[in-house]
C-alpha cells in the first residue's frame, strides 16, 4: 500500500492512495494538467484510478474531479450536497452518506460529518486489509466530530491550516479573518495538536500523522510543526510530516 500526498494547500489539495495496483484519490483539487503531472512525479498511471472521493466542493477540492472521473472512468464518490454544490456530473458515482460504510474495490469508506461552510462537507475514514486511515481536512471545529469512530488509525491526514497569532496580524481582511478562524472555516495549528493528541491516545499503531492544508499567508511548516510537536507531546514512534503544496510527499516511509 501506498499512501502519497500530490499537494496541499488552498491552490489545490489531493493524495492518492494505492492499494493492490488500484488508485483511490482524496480531493482532486489541482487542474488536469497538474494533476497528470503529479501523477508522473508520484510514479503513478491514471488508467488505474478506481475513484474519486470529494470531501465537499471548494475549488481547491474539485477542480479537476469531474474531467479525470469521466476520461479514466473513475468513481465519484461524495455526499449529494457536494455533488449538487459543486454541479458534478460523471458517468459513474456513487452517493455517500454521512456514517454509511461504502465498499469500492478493496476499500471500505466511512464518510464522516464535519462543519465547513459548504453543503454537506465530509472527512473520509478508509480501510484496507493493510491499514486504517483518516482524511481530515477543511474544519471549521472539532466540537461535533465523531472521535469514537476514529480509533486504531495507521495513518492520519489532518489540517494544520493557520496559527493564530499570524492570522490576526496578518494581510487577511477583517472578514476573512473570521471566516477561517470561524466554525466553518479550517483548524488551527493547536486546534490540530490537541486533535491528534486525542486520536494519537486510541491509536497504539498510529504510522504517521501529515500536517495538511497549511495557508501560505497565515502558517509555515515550521511554525506548523513546532506548534503541534508542543501540543501533542509524545507521539510515541509516528512520524510528523507536512504535505507541501507544490510537491508529493510520500506518507508511508
Ligand atoms: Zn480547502
Ligand atoms: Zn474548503
Request: proline share 4%; glycine share 8%.
Amino acid at each position: 500500500m501506498q499512501i502519497i500526498n500530490l499537494g496541499s494547500g488552498s491552490k489545490g489539495n489531493a493524495t492518492v492512495i494505492e492499494s493492490e495496483g488500484k488508485l483511490l484519490l482524496v480531493d482532486c483539487g489541482f487542474s488536469r494538467r497538474q494533476m497528470l503531472k503529479r501523477f508522473a512525479e508520484a510514479g503513478f498511471n491514471p488508467d488505474d484510478l478506481c475513484g474519486i472521493l470529494v470531501t465537499h466542493e471548494h475549488g481547491d477540492h474539485i477542480y479537476s474531479a469531474e474531467k479525470l472521473c469521466n476520461e479514466f472512468d473513475a468513481t465519484l464518490i461524495a455526499t449529494a450536497g457536494t455533488i449538487e454544490g459543486g454541479n458534478l456530473v460523471t458517468r459513474n458515482k456513487r452517493v455517500a452518506k454521512y456514517d454509511q460504510m461504502i465498499e469500492h474495490e478493496n476499500f471500505s469508506i466511512l464518510p464522516l460529518q464535519v462543519s465547513h461552510d459548504t453543503e454537506e462537507p465530509c472527512a473520509f475514514l478508509i480501510e484496507n486489509d493493510e491499514a486504517k486511515s483518516l482524511f481530515l481536512t477543511d474544519v471549521g471545529t472539532t466540537d461535533n466530530l465523531d472521535i469514537p469512530v476514529m480509533t486504531d488509525l495507521d495513518y492520519l491526514y489532518i489540517e494544520a491550516n493557520h496559527d493564530s497569532e499570524m492570522l490576526a496580524t496578518g494581510p487577511y481582511p477583517y472578514f476573512l479573518k473570521q471566516r477561517v478562524s470561524g466554525i466553518g472555516g479550517h483548524l488551527n495549528n493547536e486546534e490540530s495538536g490537541k486533535l491528534i493528541k486525542t486520536l494519537a491516545m486510541q491509536s497504539p499503531n498510529l504510522k504517521s500523522v501529515m500536517l495538511a492544508h497549511l495557508s501560505d499567508k497565515n502558517n509555515h511548516p515550521d511554525i506548523a510543526l513546532q506548534t503541534v510537536k508542543k501540543t501533542v507531546g509524545d507521539l510515541g514512534d509516528a512520524e510528523l510530516l507536512v504535505a507541501m503544496q507544490k510537491t508529493p510527499t510520500d506518507m508511508i516511509k
